[in-house]
């Protein structure tokens, strides 16, 4: 009887929950470097926490991938870093205890720490490293292992983080189409000579101030770029190129708002990059946006701007952040029902533009399908326009569990 007990008393306090999925990517063009046009991924995620007391809690997130273009690793082993070109075949996603105490939360171990308020563009999103291993128009979230605390009041919170170890986004590889090779580059290899990844951790602390329609907040963040920079080293003999990836030292003071007016919301995000390493710049990023819920439609809209305060561009970098810079953006979604919804998201700017669409409904408890275009053109000069080889058709089938 003791143990029946107990067995109950251990289920309700275990939480789970998760989904198999299966998601078909068609490109109707070929690229110089890929001559796929058609590629499947199939990710199975699993996702968990255990309340032990009322103060205690462990999460858990666990994924299982495998496809059909080698973007995952064909190694059977378990990433707990998400430091690897490819992605892993096991990865934990998330491994963390939450202990909350009065006005006091600590998180420590791997977790997904998002900061920032506006959509699409985030500027003071500095400990949420991303995968673009597919298309920059389309990334998950990497988790990163932190310690995170924070203290809550009425109307402030403040939040300290310390990262010991770094973890990069994860770029597109080189033999594919996610790498827009530059005008000139036929006949020469492009050879992947691996990493220097920094050598100590990252912190960053937020203040946020929430009052009677608007709320506000400042950040600070240490560390480096999740984005990197490469050193090339052409050998003219083999007509092949070593390129080598390096992450710029990165400091940044942010800033964030939300106004909420009679008709509209109101939302603002900025930051200010400096850095100490040769060749990467100094620049401020910012988003200025409105939103607009009009029934079942919620709509965003607004621009997302640059500047240069220091520092040459540097032509042999990966930077999606910046690179949606300078833009006109927007969302829409639209809830039709409770089974299907519909989302439509773009940047508009002067050498290039991308909109995409996703239409998603479910059947029954379980099942969702969700099939989806992007369309992407402009110059080959724009980062944007670059990819316009890279438009794609896409259809996903998941079963939730």
Do not use: C
């Not at 989904?19 to 590629?39: H, I, K, T």
């Amino acid at each position: 009887m003791t143990e029946l007990l107990l067995l109950a008393l251990l289920a309700q306090s275990i939480d789970q929950r998760g989904f198999l999925e299966s998601r078909a990517l068609l490109f109707p063009q070929d690229a110089p470097n890929d001559s796929a046009q058609g590629v499947n991924q199939s990710l199975l995620r699993w996702e968990g926490s255990y309340k032990s007391a009322s103060w205690l809690k462990f999460n858990g997130s666990f994924d299982a991938r495998l496809d059909t273009h080698r973007q995952v690793d064909r190694e059977l082993r378990v990433s707990l870093d998400d430091r690897t070109t490819q992605r892993p075949a096991l990865a934990l996603r998330q491994l963390s205890a939450t202990i909350h105490k009065d006005k006091v939360t600590a998180e420590l171990g791997r977790q997904l720490i998002r900061w920032g308020k506006t959509d699409i563009l985030t500027p003071t999103d500095r400990f949420a490293p991303r995968d673009y291993l597919s298309s920059v128009v389309d990334s998950d979230f990497l988790g990163v292992t932190a310690a995170r605390v924070t203290v809550a009041g009425a109307n402030d919170s403040f939040d300290v983080i310390w990262q010991p170890w770094f973890t990069p986004s994860r770029t597109p590889l080189l033999n594919q189409r996610g790498t827009a090779l530059p005008p000139g580059s036929n006949g020469v290899a492009i050879v992947d000579a691996g990493a220097r990844y920094p050598g100590r951790g990252q912190y960053g602390a937020r203040w946020n101030h929430i009052a009677s329609g608007y709320e506000y907040s400042l950040s600070y963040f240490d560390g480096f770029n999740s984005l990197p920079l490469f050193d090339a080293q052409f050998d003219p003999r083999t007509a092949v190129v070593r390129a080598q990836r390096f992450y710029p030292t990165m400091r940044m003071y942010g800033a964030d708002m939300a106004v909420q007016l009679p008709w509209v919301t109101v939302k603002g995000e900025a930051g200010y990059f400096t850095t100490s390493t040769p060749g990467a710049q100094n620049y401020v990023l910012y988003v200025l946006q409105v939103e607009r819920q009009v029934k079942e439609w919620s709509l965003v809209g607004g621009y997302a701007g640059e500047t240069v305060t220091q520092g040459a561009n540097n032509p042999l970098r990966f930077t999606p952040d910046r690179g949606f810079a300078k833009s006109f953006v927007g969302r829409a979604a639209l809830t039709i029902d409770v089974n299907r919804s519909l989302v439509v998201e773009s940047a508009v700017r002067a050498g290039g533009s991308f909109v995409r669409f996703e239409y998603s409904q479910t059947f029954g408890q379980h099942w969702r399908v969700t099939p989806g275009v992007a369309w992407i053109r402009g110059s080959a000069s724009d980062f944007l326009g670059q990819y316009h080889r890279n438009s794609y058709l896409s259809l996903a089938v998941r079963y939730s569990f």
